[in-house]
């Protein structure tokens, strides 16, 4: 990056094309409003920084890859600024900031107000009546009662719907310690209605459908009681922090708070912190700058700004002597070390990175080639928590078969004591500088990093240049530095948790309340919604890729195929070598691309080959699937020669190590078996394939614990070697031209300079030519071997015994061999039935019945064509809720709701999405391979944008009834016996228990 100067001030004129004018007084009508911003001199975002009249910031950073933009409404308030005493209500209050207005949301908010304000009343009484349960059992019932009543004047999730209807994507929010954050993803030709629906939102909370929500926080606190990270972490942070909100107060809060909800102390708090001198709009994308701030300033200029007080930290003692606490929970045993330093804009905290790197950067760090590379653990890393008041930093592992936890602590605050005695060599510093150099070029590809980089700099209170000034900061920490910190901080004070496999003695769960359905009431909308969706937009056109012009497809002299893009935005590179091979044909492999990392070559042990690369800003790694390799190396083009040359080395002649064999062997049987402790991996894998496939698929065709240890490294390093020599195809983007010259002379004085300019200068295929080693003639590919599909034509229920707080259940039926045909179909379907918050199932799950904070439902075609396409539906909910949570969602199944307004709105967000969508770099390339790997020449989104203008509701119905109605069913279900309700199971077809042997293979 450039040497960054001071901030500038200059003004913003109306853009020629402007359609709106901020409000002006009469005698200024005539001259429209210019704006004040401020920009930084070498600012790789080219960003505007606005300060609107009433305090609110805007940072605008226009990035044309697509004809949309990244948006973030940042508060500057988090959990931290909870009350002692009722802590989760920030969190709480991003939900409710989703339910609406007075104006939005509501379909006569006069009567509406009346109930709602009856409701805030009663939990007032609620929450006085925590001694008497018969009273507070009497309250919940008026409050339920009400509730419908209130329900009836409400237009769920109208919200989710105007911004689906827009063409939004990613529509989310997140609380943290510090700040609570919305983003959207929108469409740059309806900036106005974000605009307008924003400022809305920001000006007035509703809390409306207050109960059915909570349900729903309840159900998010109950994945988090489900969650051992969660709680280890917990644990960490209040040892870490005694006196601040950082330790003694959890962002989802206190089962005894979110039980006792202060509708009062929500508003007192939005009123508070939600003001727009508070609040920073922070936007990336296809945006003009002058048309943009007016927009901006017309919608949120009104809002009325008022002081925040400022937050006082509460100071902490230091720690003297390591805190350790246990944690205990079904998942696999590991360690977490955790240390306090200074805060966000600290120096001390700029060193903390570099720390951080030095110890695991993923490649040469002293965790990752101490401990990773030389299978010391079954695997560790290291992490930071940056915040404004206090910084954490983090150190992870997981042992191995045998080894014990206080063993895996020792060998962390072994590597962090090279940090503090300089212990690590001096080029990894200069190497660590140039790869967060690369890593932030690589981001600002991407408009959620342009734009989250302005929230994080707006949460620190950090100027913008004082912000990007922090990588040249970067660059001048010294070694001498990094001790100094080291020493200073990680010293003999520190919090350690064990978390051990275990029943958790403590294991609480939040109670269900009785809730009545409330109505959804689709076929309504505001005067708001109305008014915004009525508001013209300009017109933006799809564009398709077109296969034969956007790829360039050529031969290297092997007669090796090369598909080609041109990157014509910085000096990065990807380059992939892809085999119609994996896994399917032998599972060894899978095995023998990952013992690569553990290889070295006649030239380099395995630790100084990733050293090697990680000093060229350079990266390989080798992917087996089931039926397809990806050799890949990625990184800086100017050192392209250098690193093709290593890798090609590495996959020609692979050292063998029978000790790194036997050592990876065994970190193989334990993660295994850490696997079968992992509820994720137990219904999402090994049950999804169970039930697809029979007891042998691809999820438990591996070898035997008898195989793995029998295997000799040259079998593994012999696979390596034959990779090459396979017929196999490579995929380039980068800088480079695809023909160049072959040769080029180095400037006279033979400098670096000159030697760039050669390289830079060569083509892609030349390059491949001199470098690619493959034999005279290329080896077939061997035929594709694909496991059986079971027929799935009875009712079954798969159920494994797992302890836990909630149940998870999987609704699987199967759908026709893939069919370009359905396409259309089922994407419209998906996004009407179950694939938003706006969607059928997530309504009347989550928003009526507050079954769920989870549930959705999509019909997935199948990736590769002659293979079936599936209906996966998907909830969790608290295990003495299955009955109403599976009846809930097979009357979805199998009765769809009619509702024209939902499908306008889901026609609407597929073609706006498909409009402004814009596939590039890399990704052109894969969405080719993903196009042949169906059998299809063309982009299928085109089908998609064409006929969806034309479907009905009949259409998806007949589909429905056809595809997903009364189809057999098989239902998987992951949760605890002492709670599961057999009963209700049976209902649904033969209930049978499936053990982890019989559905791992081992």
């Known amino acids: 990056m450039a040497s960054l100067g001071l901030t500038q001030c200059q003004t913003s004129k109306p853009a020629a094309t402007a359609a709106v004018t901020a409000p002006a007084t009469s005698a200024e009508a005539s001259k429209p409003k210019e704006y004040a911003y401020q920009t930084v001199e070498g600012d790789p975002l080219k960003a505007r920084i606005y300060t609107l009249d009433n305090g609110l910031t805007v940072y605008l950073s226009d990035y044309k890859d697509a004809p949309r933009i990244q948006t973030y409404l940042a508060v500057r308030a988090g959990s931290?600024?909870?009350?002692?005493?009722?802590?989760?209500?920030?969190?709480?209050?991003?939900?409710?900031?989703?339910?609406?207005?007075?104006?939005?949301?509501?379909?006569?908010?006069?009567?509406e107000k009346v109930e709602l304000d009856k409701i805030e009343a009663l939990y007032e009484q609620y929450r006085a009546q925590r001694n008497d349960p018969a009273a507070r059992k009497r309250t919940y019932h008026q409050i339920d009662s009400i509730s419908g009543v209130a329900a009836k004047y409400a237009v769920a999730n109208e919200y989710d719907k105007v911004m689906g209807a827009i063409g939004a994507k990613g529509s989310n929010a997140y609380t943290s310690v510090e700040q609570t954050v919305y983003q959207e993803d929108i469409p740059s030709n309806q900036l106005e209605k974000w605009a307008a629906v924003q400022a809305e939102r920001l000006g007035e909370m509703v809390p409306r459908l207050f109960h059915t929500e909570l349900e729903a926080v309840y159900e998010e606190k109950n994945r988090g009681l489900d969650s051992d990270f969660r709680k280890e972490y917990e644990a960490l942070s209040a040892s870490l922090y005694q006196q601040h909100e950082y330790g003694t107060q959890t962002t989802i809060g206190t089962i005894d708070h979110l039980q006792n909800p202060s509708i009062t102390e929500i508003k007192r708090y939005f009123e508070k912190y939600y003001v727009p001198n508070n609040v920073a709009l922070c936007l990336s994308g296809d945006l003009d700058y002058d048309q943009t701030i007016r927009i901006i300033d017309q919608y949120f200029g009104k809002l009325q700004s008022?002081?925040?007080?400022?937050?006082?930290?509460?100071?902490?003692?230091?720690?003297?002597?390591?805190?350790?606490?246990?944690?205990?929970?079904?998942?696999?045993?590991?360690?977490?070390?955790?240390?306090?330093?200074?805060?966000?804009?600290?120096?001390?905290?700029?060193?903390?990175?570099?720390?951080?790197?030095?110890?695991?950067?993923?490649?040469?760090?002293?965790?990752?080639?101490?401990?990773?590379?030389?299978?010391?653990?079954?695997?560790?890393?290291?992490?930071?928590?940056?915040?404004?008041?206090?910084?954490?930093?983090?150190?992870?592992?997981?042992?191995?078969?045998?080894?014990?936890?206080?063993?895996?602590?020792?060998?962390?605050?072994?590597?962090?004591?090279?940090?503090?005695?300089?212990?690590?060599?001096?080029?990894?510093?200069?190497a660590i500088i140039n790869n967060e150099q690369l890593q932030r070029t690589k981001s600002y590809e991407s408009n959620e990093a342009r734009a989250g980089a302005f929230v994080a700099a707006f949460v620190a209170r950090e100027d913008w240049k004082d912000y990007l000034k922090q990588t040249d900061d970067f660059g001048t920490i010294t070694k001498e530095e990094v001790m100094r910190v080291a020493n200073q901080y990680y010293g003999p004070g520190y919090a350690l948790v064990y978390k051990r496999t275990g029943q958790d003695p403590n294991k609480v769960k939040v109670v269900k309340p009785a809730i009545t359905p409330v109505p959804v009431n689709r076929e309504v909308a505001s005067d708001f919604y109305k008014e915004v969706t009525a508001k013209p937009a300009p017109a933006l056109q799809p564009v398709f890729l077109d296969y034969k012009k956007d790829i360039q497809e050529t031969k290297l002299a092997s007669g090796v195929p090369v598909y080609y893009t041109h990157n014509s935005e910085n000096n990065l590179f990807n380059l992939y070598y892809v085999l119609d091979l994996g896994t399917n044909n032998d599972p060894k492999l899978g095995l023998a691309t990952d013992y690569l990392q553990y290889l070295g070559t006649g030239k380099y042990?395995?630790?100084?080959?990733?050293?090697?690369?990680?000093?060229?800003?350079?990266?390989?790694?080798?992917?087996?699937?089931?039926?397809?390799?990806?050799?890949?190396?990625?990184?800086?083009?100017?050192?392209?020669?250098?690193?093709?040359?290593?890798?090609?080395?590495?996959?020609?002649?692979?050292?063998?190590?029978?000790?790194?064999?036997?050592?990876?062997?065994?970190?193989?049987?334990?993660?295994?078996?850490?696997?079968?402790?992992?509820?994720?991996?137990?219904?999402?894998?090994?049950?999804?394939?169970?039930a697809k496939y029979g007891a042998k698929n691809p999820f438990t065709t591996q070898l035997s614990e008898k195989e793995l240890k029998a295997l000799k490294p040259e079998q593994l390093t012999s696979l390596i070697q034959k990779l090459p020599t396979y017929q196999h195809r490579v995929l380039y983007y980068g800088p480079r031209k695809v023909e160049g010259i072959a040769t080029a002379t180095v400037s006279t004085n033979g400098d670096e300079k000159g030697r760039r300019e050669w390289e830079s200068a060569t083509g892609i295929v030349n390059t491949l030519n001199q470098l690619h080693r493959v034999p005279a003639k290329l080896t077939p590919t061997p035929a594709a071997k694909d496991f059986a599909e079971q027929p799935l034509t009875e009712r079954k229920v798969y159920w494994v015994d797992y302890n836990m707080v909630q149940a998870e259940i999987l609704f699987l039926s199967k759908g026709p061999v893939y069919d370009k045909g359905l396409v259309p179909t089922t994407s419209l379907y998906n996004e009407y039935f179950g694939g938003s918050m706006g969607s059928i199932v997530f309504q009347e799950l989550r928003e009526s019945k507050a079954l769920a904070y989870s549930a959705s439902s999509r019909f997935a075609s199948a990736d590769k064509a002659g293979r079936s396409s599936y209906?996966?539906?998907?909830?969790?909910?608290?295990?003495?809720?299955?009955?109403?949570?599976?009846?809930?969602?097979?009357?979805?199944?199998?009765?769809?709701?009619?509702?024209?307004?939902?499908?306008?709105?889901?026609?609407?967000?597929?073609?706006?999405?498909?409009?402004?969508?814009?596939?590039?770099?890399?990704?052109?390339?894969?969405?080719?391979?993903?196009?042949?790997?169906?059998?299809?020449?063309?982009?299928?989104?085109?089908?998609?944008?064409?006929?969806?203008?034309?479907?009905?509701?009949?259409?998806?119905?007949?589909?429905?009834?056809?595809?997903?109605?009364?189809?057999?069913?098989?239902?998987?279900?992951?949760?605890?016996?002492?709670?599961?309700?057999?009963?209700?199971?049976?209902?649904?077809?033969?209930?049978?228990?499936?053990?982890?042997?019989?559905?791992?293979?081992?």
């Open 871 to 1002: 209906n996966l539906s998907y909830i969790g909910t608290q295990s003495d809720k299955l009955p109403e949570a599976m009846a809930g969602m097979n009357t979805l199944l199998n009765d769809m709701p009619a509702a024209e307004a939902n499908l306008q709105i889901a026609k609407d967000a597929i073609r706006n999405s498909i409009a402004t969508e814009r596939i590039t770099k890399s990704d052109v390339l894969f969405s080719y391979e993903r196009a042949k790997r169906l059998g299809l020449d063309y982009d299928l989104r085109r089908d998609v944008y064409e006929q969806t203008p034309n479907m009905s509701f009949q259409d998806l119905l007949k589909f429905q009834q056809a595809r997903v109605k009364g189809q057999p069913q098989t239902i998987l279900v992951i949760g605890s016996k002492d709670r599961l309700n057999f009963k209700e199971l049976a209902k649904y077809g033969q209930v049978q228990q499936l053990t982890l042997k019989e559905i791992f293979g081992y």
């Open 306 to 430: 008022k002081p925040v007080e400022a937050f006082v930290a509460a100071q902490e003692a230091p720690i003297t002597a390591p805190i350790v606490k246990q944690v205990l929970g079904p998942d696999a045993e590991n360690v977490m070390l955790g240390f306090r330093l200074p805060g966000t804009t600290t120096r001390d905290a700029l060193v903390l990175r570099m720390i951080d790197k030095i110890l695991s950067n993923g490649q040469a760090g002293l965790i990752d080639l101490d401990l990773n590379q030389k299978q010391a653990v079954l695997s560790a890393a290291s992490f930071t928590d940056i915040n404004n008041d206090y910084s954490s930093h983090i150190l992870y592992a997981t042992p191995r078969q045998g080894q014990k936890l206080e063993q895996v602590r020792d060998l962390l605050l072994a590597e962090l004591n090279k940090v503090k005695q300089g212990n690590f060599p001096e080029w990894l510093i200069p």
């Open 605 to 690: 042990t395995a630790a100084q080959l990733q050293q090697e690369f990680y000093k060229l800003g350079c990266s390989f790694a080798v992917q087996s699937g089931q039926d397809r390799t990806f050799v890949s190396l990625s990184g800086l083009d100017s050192n392209f020669e250098k690193a093709l040359q290593l890798f090609e080395s590495l996959l020609a002649a692979p050292k063998p190590d029978a000790a790194a064999l036997q050592n990876m062997v065994a970190g193989v049987l334990k993660a295994r078996q850490d696997a079968k402790l992992n509820k994720g991996v137990i219904l999402n894998q090994a049950l999804v394939n169970y």
């Open 80 to 111: 931290k600024n909870d009350p002692s005493t009722a802590t989760g209500l920030a969190h709480y209050l991003e939900h409710m900031v989703f339910k609406g207005t007075s104006r939005l949301g509501t379909q006569n908010w006069a009567a």
